[in-house]
């Protein structure tokens, strides 16, 4: 069974970035495909952008190009997903999630942004 | 992208009785790729149904999924108390999107 660990809650400044770790084990992760998708409070969930760990391929949505890096380290089996120029509209809790059949089937516990003066 | 839009947004009902959740898409979704989850305050989703139609390990057979093309259906036939919770489907046949979710609350 595929777990996925995150790092812990983190509050930033406007302009700033912030990078979040998302741990895999239970599996081989270069096998993965992992996505990041967040959800800004009370409201729905948004996919940003996944990555292959085996092949380094990223993706992303639209939304957030130029903003969002997302890579992967095979030697610790563990998935970043880096977001810049931060503002207010970017407080939300950051999933990463396994998506290696297409659809999210394990999901890391979720990491709270939060983007204050 | 392919737009996904659910209704109702909110469904208020009792449980034991039959809930009956929509998904329609603004495109064919190509092989049926349409997942739905549940979530709960507090927590991360939890998937329910993949392609439209299949059950994820360990979710119970009241929970069931159908459609094909730009209409999906999630049912779940007799509500339990743990089942009141915000449902939301996702395609995958293209860069993935969400819709926007059903609140199923207790009336």
């Known amino acids: 069974q595929v777990q996925l660990v995150q790092s812990g809650a983190e509050v930033r400044k406007p302009g700033s970035s912030v990078k979040v770790s998302c741990k895999a084990s239970g599996g081989t992760f270069s096998s993965y495909g992992l996505s990041w998708v967040r959800q800004a409070p009370g409201q729905g969930l948004e996919w940003m952008g996944g990555?292959?760990?085996?092949?380094?391929?990223?993706h992303h949505a639209q939304k957030f190009q130029g903003r969002v890096t997302i890579t992967a380290d095979e030697s610790t089996s563990t998935a970043y997903m880096e977001l810049s120029s931060l503002r207010s509209e970017d407080t939300a809790v950051y999933y990463c999630a396994d998506d290696s059949r297409g659809y999210f089937d394990y999901w890391g516990q979720g990491t709270l942004v939060t983007v204050s003066s | 992208d392919i737009v996904l839009t659910q209704s109702p947004g909110t469904l208020s009902l009792s449980p034991g009785e039959r809930a009956t959740l929509s998904c329609r898409a603004s495109?064919?979704?190509?092989?049926?790729?349409l997942a739905w989850y549940q979530q709960k305050p507090g927590q991360a989703p939890r998937l329910l149904i993949y392609?439209?139609?299949s059950r994820a390990t360990g979710i119970p057979d009241r929970f069931s999924g159908s459609g094909s093309g730009t209409d999906f259906t999630l049912t779940i036939s007799r509500l339990e108390p743990e089942d009141f919770a915000v449902y939301y489907c996702?395609?995958?046949?293209?860069?993935?999107?969400f819709g926007p979710g059903t609140r199923v609350d207790i009336k």
């Open positions: 392609g439209a139609s």
């Open positions: 990555i292959i760990p085996i092949s380094g391929t990223s």
């Open positions: 996702q395609q995958y046949s293209r860069s993935p999107t």
């Open positions: 495109q064919s979704v190509a092989g049926s790729f």
